[in-house]
């Protein structure tokens, strides 16, 4: 999904508004949750975005249960 444009967003996912956030920088971001639409070898993936749509943080939870996250910081 990192490399999706809104297009394919919207075809492979469905999206949910978790809410705003404030990251541990200051950052004001959105909260959202993809879930695929298709079967994948991940059930959902978090992630956090400010207002011009650059992706701060993100999480994704494989069907087992478990999460990787990833915080991505001072970028240009």
């Given at each position: 999904?990192?490399?999706?444009?809104?297009?394919?967003?919207?075809?492979?996912?469905?999206?949910?508004?978790?809410?705003?956030?404030?990251?541990?920088?200051?950052?004001?971001?959105?909260?959202?949750?993809?879930?695929?639409?298709?079967?994948?070898?991940?059930?959902?993936?978090?992630?956090?975005?400010?207002?011009?749509?650059?992706?701060?943080?993100?999480?994704?939870?494989?069907?087992?249960?478990d999460s990787t996250a990833f915080r991505l910081s001072n970028m240009k």
């Amino acid at each position: 999904f990192m490399n999706m444009s809104r297009k394919e967003l919207i075809a492979n996912y469905t999206a949910v508004f978790l809410g705003e956030a404030r990251l541990d920088d200051g950052t004001q971001v959105l909260h959202l949750k993809l879930t695929p639409k298709t079967a994948s070898k991940y059930k959902e993936a978090e992630v956090w975005v400010d207002a011009n749509g650059a992706i701060h943080q993100f999480r994704v939870t494989m069907q087992s249960g478990d999460s990787t996250a990833f915080r991505l910081s001072n970028m240009k």
